[in-house]
């Protein structure tokens, strides 16, 4: 019993936490698009370790730093199998829980962020 209790406190202070950041994060987000550039690298590929520090701020809330956690309905992207053009459009348009992000990114970050997602699959195409 008292462990029960002990567990559905953990998740009141962690459905909490998810709303107090929300509002935090949806204040902040015209900044985010300066906050954190994702310029490639000289070779044109995308430089991960910048494109990992949006991630963490702006995903990893609900999908882990790994993408395998599935807070708040979240799906576990290290087992997606969507293709790139619909994972651009999911981090653009949003779904159900997860909120659209075409207004707090710019397209090269959500372009970026997409290619980031897809390293993070157990299993490689
Ligand atoms: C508030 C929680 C939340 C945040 C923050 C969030 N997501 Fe999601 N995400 C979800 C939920 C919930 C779904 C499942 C939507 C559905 O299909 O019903 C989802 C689905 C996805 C999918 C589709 C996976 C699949 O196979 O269907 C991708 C890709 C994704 N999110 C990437 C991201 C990225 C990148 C970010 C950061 C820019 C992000 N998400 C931020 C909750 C979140």
């Known amino acids: ?18 709303a107090a950041l929300l509002v935090v994060a949806s204040c902040g987000g015209s900044k985010t698009r300066d906050q954190f550039p994702v310029s490639s690298t000289d070779d044109g590929k995308v430089d991960f370790a910048l494109v990992k520090k949006l991630y963490d701020v702006k995903c990893a809330l ?38 659209p992000h ?16 897809l390293t993070l699959r157990s299993t490689q195409p």
Not at 1 to 18: F, H, K, W
Not at 102 to 117: G, P, R, T
């Open 1 to 18: 019993m008292a462990v029960q209790n002990g567990r559905r406190r953990t998740r009141l202070v962690l459905i909490a936490s998810l």
């Open 62 to 99: 609900c999908h882990g730093y790994d993408g395998a956690q599935q807070f708040a309905g979240a799906k576990d992207l290290t087992q997606s199998v969507l293709p790139k053009n619909e994972v651009v459009l999911r981090i653009s348009e949003g779904k159900g829980t997860m909120p």
């Open 102 to 117: 075409k207004d707090v990114l710019s397209e090269e970050q959500i372009d970026a962020l997409a290619d980031f997602v």
